[in-house]
């Protein structure tokens, strides 16, 4: 089995619930959306066929207990199933992110999937692969990526809705550089919404760069 891989790395993890835990990432290659705030364009293409053998060494170099597995669009490998089996096995605690385009039917049941809800500021609204909901467990997370006011609306009504909290955690996160954490904020606390509200720590600590 051969994945193609654009980088793994030792880092702090910058989101979900397990935001500061060293951790290392598998980047995959590779996604079929193109968000506008898009922050891994670089791993459209690029990166380096690996086997499963030599992925599963070098994390195992890294030393870290868990893993994130990260893209681009991880699930638009379809390897990428035994690759979370694999790390699963090894006895990592393994996260998955993943756009919500792709189905999650299959994902090993040992693996956090935070699953990312497009909304209509993204550009991918109509990508969404609604049937997913359904599939998430309560070790999974959601998460919103706002663009703006109308973005957090739309949210808040997908959260009543669906009923997402009922389910599983979900983020509420603002775009770096174009919503101010502290307006999220305020419309959180102002709506008294059952949600995590989050900035991206990884860009406070070095930026926005490959490799963190």
């Known amino acids: 089995m051969t994945l193609k891989i654009h980088e793994i790395f030792h ?8 935001i500061g835990l060293p951790t290392t990432f598998v980047r995959l290659t590779g996604c079929p959306m193109r968000c506008v705030y898009c922050d891994t364009a670089y791993a459209f293409s690029g990166g380096s066929n690996m ?38 096995d090894a006895g990592y605690s393994v996260s998955l992110e993943t756009g919500g385009a792709m189905d999650i ?4 049941p040992r693996v956090s999937v935070i699953l990312d809800i497009k909304t209509p500021g993204s550009g991918e609204l109509a990508k969404n692969l609604w049937s997913n909901l ?17 973005d957090y609306d739309w949210a808040k009504q997908q959260l009543a809705e669906h009923k997402l909290t009922q389910t ?5 996160s603002p775009v770096y550089s174009q919503v101010q954490p502290s307006d999220l904020a305020a419309w959180v606390l102002a709506d008294k919404l059952p949600v995590r509200m989050q900035v991206q720590l990884h860009k406070i600590l070095w930026g926005e760069k490959p490799g963190v």
């Open 11 to 18: 880092s702090i993890q910058g989101e979900s619930s397990r």
């Open 51 to 88: 086997s499963l053998a030599d992925i599963m060494l070098k994390v195992a170099e890294l030393g870290a207990p868990y893993v994130t597995v990260t893209g681009g669009e991880p699930l638009a490998q379809k390897e990428c199933h035994g690759l979370l089996t694999a790390l699963c």
């Open 105 to 108: 039917r299959a994902v090993d």
């Open 134 to 150: 359904a599939l998430l467990k309560a070790s999974d997370e959601v998460k919103f990526v706002l663009c703006d006011r109308a």
């Open 168 to 172: 599983c955690p979900v983020i509420f």
